[in-house]
């Protein structure tokens, strides 16, 4: 049974916002440092719904700093802490709040894509696949099936749309944006973390799907100059990620998944055109997505949610 009711907003009276995201409260904390809260908000179709799923926010926080802490060595990241008590003074009256769902990260400059690492053919790619035999320019073997494992891994960038969902773009079009310089180096880096989740995911009896990451860039200080890539926000968890149970895994359809699954074949089932009003949840959809997350989060870290 669910025990305490979601947090779907924030709101810390001495502290400026800067921006709410889908999930996201984003709080300004001093010239170096953002404070990041992650309610319990959930969207579907690129719209937040009226209900939350209680202690998604921690799965999503917790999860991340588990995988920021083993890429530790690998790439530099934006997490200063997870531990209140090791918060700027004027983020402590809000600790009971902020246990277990917040980050304070260090301020970067976000690069404007997304990157995109994918081992096995679902969701946007496999339409992209069906339309015109490639996933953002990338060429694939013919007669592939929908969540079939793709022969090495690949490197699909995406930029936000006006509307706010990510648009898959070839990488051409990335670094025309960013660089071809820089994007080469993301692409490297995000070939080599995705090897490294999936290795780990799939000790723990889960397939690593495919993964977004998003970077972004810091002065370096000394007398080598420079700007430093950081990884930033979220990091192979069930919102950016799908991660599919490896004993069910069937290729040739859709498959189970540690995430949103179930809110998006309720969606389906009561017809939602996908347009305002948002609908809310009947509880036992609530439960089973909490659920969900928490199985991943478990199977992942081998430990608790905490807080």
């Known amino acids: 049974m669910i025990s305490s009711p979601p947090v779907l ?69 934006h997490l200063v802490s997870t531990n209140p008590s090791e918060y700027p003074a004027a983020l402590r009256p809000y600790a009971d709040t902020l246990r277990g769902r917040s980050m304070l990260v260090r301020r970067t400059e976000p690069v404007q894509v997304e990157c995109v690492a994918r081992g096995y053919i679902s969701g946007s790619g496999w339409k992209d696949y069906l339309a015109t035999g490639e996933i953002c320019g990338v060429p694939l073997p013919k007669g592939l099936r929908e969540s079939d494992r793709l022969p090495q891994t690949i490197f699909t960038p995406a930029t936000k749309a006006a509307s706010g969902h990510d648009e898959n773009i070839s990488e051409q079009t990335a670094g025309d944006l960013i660089g071809h310089d820089l994007l080469a180096k993301l692409k490297s880096l995000t070939l080599d973390i995705y090897a490294r989740g999936s290795a780990h995911a799939a000790s ?58 179930f ?38 870290t081998g430990r608790e949610l905490e807080g």
Request: a negative charge; aromatic letters at 10%.
């Open 204 to 261: 723990r009896g889960i397939l690593l799907a495919d993964t977004k990451f998003e970077f972004g860039l810091v002065e370096r200080g000394g007398e080598d100059g420079g700007q430093e890539i950081i990884l930033i926000d979220e990091v192979m968890t069930p919102d950016s990620s799908r991660f599919w149970p490896a004993d069910a895994y069937a290729p040739g359809g859709a498959q189970p998944s540690f995430d949103k699954q």
């Open 9 to 77: 907003e924030t709101s810390f009276p001495t502290l400026t916002l800067q921006r709410r995201g889908k999930v996201r409260d984003v709080y300004e904390v001093d010239g170096e440092h953002l404070l990041i809260v992650a309610t319990d908000r959930i969207s579907a179709f690129d719209y937040v719904l009226g209900s939350g799923i209680p202690d998604k926010g921690k799965v999503l926080t917790q999860l991340s700093a588990f995988w920021f802490q083993m890429l530790e060595g690998v790439v530099s990241h």
């Open 263 to 300: 809110v998006r074949d309720y969606l389906e089932s009561i017809k939602w055109n996908k347009q305002p009003p948002v609908p809310s949840l009947p509880g036992d959809v609530v439960e089973r997505t909490r659920a969900k997350y928490l199985d991943a989060f478990r199977r992942l």
